[in-house]
């Protein structure tokens, strides 16, 4: 007797055919989204220890390396709706790690600032989500990692300057 599952036999279409102009990129396309994907459950994983979500540490973080930011700083900064840098920061300061202050030269503004409990959580907690992402980076080589930076940050760059094209408006 045999342990295999058998499945249904269901009918199959033939691939659609891809261009081959296109084939390498959109290759690269899934390679790169499955990469961040899986480096992303180990920063996750790091991050959730702490009862903090990734877009909430990355606000601690920016503010951690970077001081006091404008709160439509950070909006820009880690890729969140105005709607949605509101509700984090406010779960922060329900935390007790950022407050608010006014900005003296536009009364419309506001600075989000870490706290001293929040200096003190990034200060213990950083080093050892440091380690996290380098660990998951490890299946590359210093030299390799350098290279990858300088890629995909020339990719980032050229993606971000294209003001429209197909399928874009």
Do not use: N
Request: glycine share 8%.
């Amino acid at each position: 007797m045999s342990t295999t599952t058998r499945h249904p036999t269901r009918p199959t279409a033939p691939p659609a055919p891809v261009d081959p102009r296109h084939a390498d990129d959109l290759k690269l396309w899934v390679v790169l989204s499955r990469a961040h994907a899986a480096i992303e459950k180990h920063v996750q994983r790091d991050i959730a220890a702490h009862d903090l979500s990734i877009a909430e540490f990355g606000i601690l973080e920016l503010l951690y390396h970077k001081g006091p930011q404008l709160l439509g700083d950070i909006q820009r900064r880690i890729l969140v709706s105005s709607g949605g840098i509101t509700f984090l920061v406010d779960r922060l300061e329900g935390k007790g790690l950022v407050a608010r202050e006014a900005c003296p030269s536009d009364r419309r503004a506001r600075y989000a600032v870490l706290t001293a409990a929040g200096r003190q959580l990034m200060k213990r907690i950083f080093p050892r989500h440091a380690a996290a992402v380098s660990r998951a980076l490890s299946g590359l080589t210093r030299d390799e990692r350098h290279t990858a930076t300088k890629l995909l940050k020339a990719l980032g760059l050229s993606a971000a300057a294209m003001e429209s094209g197909p399928g874009t408006k």
